[in-house]
């Protein structure tokens, strides 16, 4: 089982700019594709940005040149990194873990989720 567990949601200005962060467990963290999801009320959960685990990145359109994923192997983490954000990105963000099936630790995870608010 791999946990992952989000930090640095909140609220910001529209503007604004909010780093978030997943810090995951477990021990082959460098061969985990990771992701970032949000969901709006009332609707399904949507990608944001993913990282695999050759570090190859991808958004989605709406946050593309706003949104910066990276990750720390060493430290276990993923962050998504949140510029010029805009009153459409509020939403509840949540940390996706997506590991192989060659590792004991086979799976796809997801942490808690961390409520992002923009708002004047």
């Known amino acids: 089982q791999v946990q992952l567990v989000e930090s640095g949601g909140g609220w910001v200005q529209p503007g604004g700019s909010l780093n978030l962060s997943c810090t995951a467990s477990?021990?082959?963290?460098?061969?985990?594709?990771m992701a970032w999801y949000r969901q709006f009320p009332g609707k399904m959960r949507e990608l944001v940005a993913s990282i695999s685990s050759g570090d190859f990145t991808k958004y989605a359109r709406s946050v593309e040149g706003r949104f910066t994923v990276s990750r720390n192997n060493y430290k276990r983490t993923v962050t998504l990194q949140m510029r010029n954000l805009v009153p459409e990105d509020t939403a509840v963000y949540y940390c996706n873990a997506d590991v192989p099936r060659w590792t004991d630790e086979v799976g796809n995870y997801w942490g808690q989720g961390t409520h992002v608010t923009v708002s004047a």
């Open positions: 477990g021990n082959i963290f460098s061969v985990y594709n």
